[in-house]
């Protein structure tokens, strides 16, 4: 190369690099994107804007579909795998507010501009429910006990425990725009006490609301309600900002799909087995309505197409699983301030929740029949488990679906079911809760009954039976009742039995919780021929922590259960130091065995260090299918709009940010494809909460199932 060459060349380097220093940074940042991407970089007069979201809308195809990703440290984004349509995009963070809407196809670079919000006003209406529940006052130490209008029965870990997820939140979230304001629709009241008073009486739901409030804790939670409204409505504002997200957070990718219609909710969503998380790989995924409705919504996500299941009954002329007994009414207690006297629920399966097997066919707690039990369940019944606990109604039986065929297999069975899950054993036994009441956890050989269809001889329950006489067997039926206290030489029957259900992939065992404050876990041992083998061992929650809900167990055997204290609890029985049966193992044998983690969010002023967070369930993944790791365990976020894993020691909130008030009540992980990477892996989840018009958009939203993915990087596509 000739000197005078080489001079031009260096020349020109250098006036390239001075042009690059003139380059606008939105250039300098572009986003190489593929076809069926949208990316580009989010600005504002601050410049590139880190860790808010960018939502892409569509309605072009069969169902609502929206994709939702975070941007990085330098504000880029890539929304990836978008099914060809057109789009809406716009940008949503903590600190703004929602920028125009802009018109974009997949394929294309799009940047945007986010808009700065005016004021603290302005922002706080994008926060979690959260930030806004926490505003709410508890009563102080000094208030219970008789010494105030709280009946004197009543503690303050019973108030949290009813003002969180096992009470008010245990239904729907509150803290969202819908529930921290009064609807006009309503009318006028003379105070806002008035109007909460009306307010918790509306619907079908209105029953269970007014019990709560009004019953169990004598109305006093009224004009703590309406003090908390009424400062928000004279403009008092969260005193804690969000964070946006960052870390791992910044990694996730959430997809929404609209399923069912706006005036039934869904309880639940299931991908795939548990045991077996490569089952159903892209098929569809199912909603569970509970009180709802009989039409079982279900989603396929290759397709983006919503469908209806219209489940049947087996007895004709069954009455509807309402009123007593029931968790909703049949009709409305009062008006609602959206359907008026309208009844919008209507059921008779009443599906609380549903099972994939190994074979990919669907196992539903519902009902397949009235309430009254056949005769095999009964005290003359040939049954084991009827001889030693006959049992004279259920209002919740099992069923089957084939999604292959859409056959539906009803499965009578003598005790209640709620939750189910499968056990690890040759017989894929289906394991049942019944919510707590009943008084049995039952089960269901499945493999027995697919061979021969006789429900009655695949079936058995069992109470829970504690060995307080410390001789390792099971003592016939002389044992203590519950409320009772002990007799020396005979075991003591646990009266609640199981709300969560969880058989342990270590030993053959089943776990479950019982709610309530402190709330406790029972493991039921089957033994080698149950039920007249089968024992159980309790374990209260111990301070700080109390009342747990949904929960799940690690293949280590570790128990994970959502607190109303505001954490995430951990026992391990392995850690227990005293005798585990006998007169002393009545529940409070063993706090050594209990660990605290505390949820994210801001917590109630005046009552130390908490959150406010009610989470509903957790869930733990034992197969990796989302990305975090085997084991990790991870909770629906109810106030904290998303889910919540426990990760290397750090709380990961996975947020949906459009449309605010996200709320579920359960989650799986599904693998896909394992050689996929993050694509082929995720979490699955339906919005779950009973009321979905309080969600934004108000009336007329629908519930959605919605996948939760991992990426290893935000802008990886």
């Known amino acids: 190369m000739t000197l005078r060459r080489t001079l031009f060349l260096s020349a020109a ?27 580009g970089v989010v600005t504002s007069a601050h410049g590139p804007e880190a860790g808010v979201w960018v939502i892409a809308e569509t309605r072009d195809l069969p169902t609502r579909y929206a994709k939702m990703v975070v941007t990085d440290d330098q504000g880029r984004y890539v929304v990836p795998d978008l099914p060809q349509a057109h789009y809406k995009v716009w940008v949503r963070g903590y600190g703004l507010i929602d920028s125009p809407k802009v018109d974009a196809d997949p394929g294309k670079e799009l940047d945007l501009t986010a808009t700065l919000a005016p004021d603290d006003a302005a922002a706080a ?35 949290l425990n009813l003002m969180k997820n096992n009470g008010c939140i245990g239904c729907h979230q509150l803290g969202g725009l819908a529930t921290r304001t009064i609807p006009a629709g309503f009318g006028k009241f003379e105070s806002s006490q008035d109007a909460w008073a009306r307010r918790i009486q509306s619907g079908q739901a209105g029953p269970i609301m007014v019990n709560i409030l009004a019953g169990e804790l004598g109305a006093a939670p009224i004009k703590y309600f309406a003090d908390w409204t009424d400062r928000i409505a004279a403009g008092a504002l969260p005193p804690v900002k969000p964070q946006r997200p960052s870390g791992l957070e910044r990694n996730i990718v959430v997809t929404t799909w609209d399923f069912a219609d706006p005036q039934h909710y869904t309880h639940d969503g299931i991908s795939t087995d548990k045991r077996h998380p490569t089952v159903n790989a892209y098929g569809f995924v199912f909603g569970s309505p509970e009180f709802s409705t009989d039409n079982i919504p279900y989603v396929d996500p290759v397709k983006n197409t919503a469908y209806i299941f219209h489940a049947p009954v087996r007895d004709k002329g069954m009455p509807e699983s309402l009123g007593p007994g029931n968790a909703a009414a049949l009709k409305p207690l009062a008006p609602s301030a959206y359907w008026g006297d309208k009844q919008i629920w209507d059921t ?70 709620h939750h189910l899950q499968f056990g690890f054993d040759k017989d894929d036994t289906l394991w049942t809760s019944s919510g707590g009441g009943g008084g049995v956890v039952g ?19 069992t109470a829970l039976i504690v060995d307080t ?13 519950p409320g009772q206290p002990l007799q020396p030489g005979k075991d003591m029957r646990v009266g609640q039995v199981f709300y969560a259900v969880m058989p342990s992939p270590v030993d053959g065992t089943v776990w479950g919780t019982l709610r309530g404050n402190p709330g406790s876990i029972v493991r039921l041992d089957p033994g080698s021929n149950p039920p007249a083998t089968a024992l159980a061992e309790i374990y209260h929650v111990p301070l700080p922590g109390f009342g747990p809900r949904g929960g799940d167990i690690d293949s280590h055997g570790v128990v994970w259960v959502s607190l109303a204290s505001g954490d995430l609890g951990s026992f391990d029985r392995r850690k227990c130091k005293g005798p585990l049966n006998g007169p002393k193992a009545t529940g409070d044998q063993c706090p050594e065995g209990w660990s605290f983690y505390k949820y994210p969010g801001p917590g109630f002023a005046g009552i130390g260090d908490n959150s406010a967070e009610s989470s509903y369930y957790t869930w733990v993944d034992q197969h990796n299918t989302f990305g975090l790791g085997n084991d990790v365990p991870i909770s629906t976020g109810n106030l904290n709009d998303g889910l919540i894993a426990y990760a290397g020691g750090k709380m990961i909130v996975m947020k949906v940010p459009y449309p605010t008030g996200f709320y579920a009540k359960g989650l799986d992980g ?17 919005s779950g909460d009973r009321v979905p018009w309080q969600q934004e958009g108000g009336k007329g939203r629908t519930p959605m199932i919605v996948h939760f993915q991992l990426r290893p990087d935000p802008l990886a596509d």
């Open 13 to 39: 380097a250098v006036a390239f690099a001075g042009a690059l220093a003139f380059v606008p940074a939105q250039a300098q940042n572009a986003v190489p994107i593929k076809t069926h991407d949208i990316g």
């Open 125 to 159: 209406q994008y926060y979690p429910a959260i930030y806004w529940y926490a505003m709410l006052k508890i009563p102080g130490a000094d208030q219970f006990g008789g010494k105030s209008d709280i009946p004197a029965n009543v503690t303050q870990t019973d108030w």
């Open 348 to 417: 008779h399966i009443n599906n609380h929740n549903s099972m994939f097997d190994e074979k990919g066919r669907l196992w539903l707690a519902a009902a397949v029949r009235g309430v009254k039990d056949p005769d095999f369940c009964g005290p003359n019944s040939e049954l084991p488990s009827a001889k030693l606990f006959p049992l004279k109604e259920s209002h919740r039986q099992i069923a089957m679906l084939d999604p292959k065929t859409m056959k539906y297999t009803f499965v009578d069975t003598c005790f209640d079911t």
């Open 443 to 461: 089960w269901l050989d499945t493999k027995k009954f697919l061979e021969t269809g006789d429900a009655a001889h695949s079936q058995g329950w």
């Open 469 to 481: 006489a410390g001789t390792g067997r099971r003592e016939g039926v002389a044992y203590t009742e």
């Open 670 to 686: 599904r693998i896909d494809d394992a050689n996929a990477g993050w694509k082929g892996r995720g979490l699955w989840a339906s």
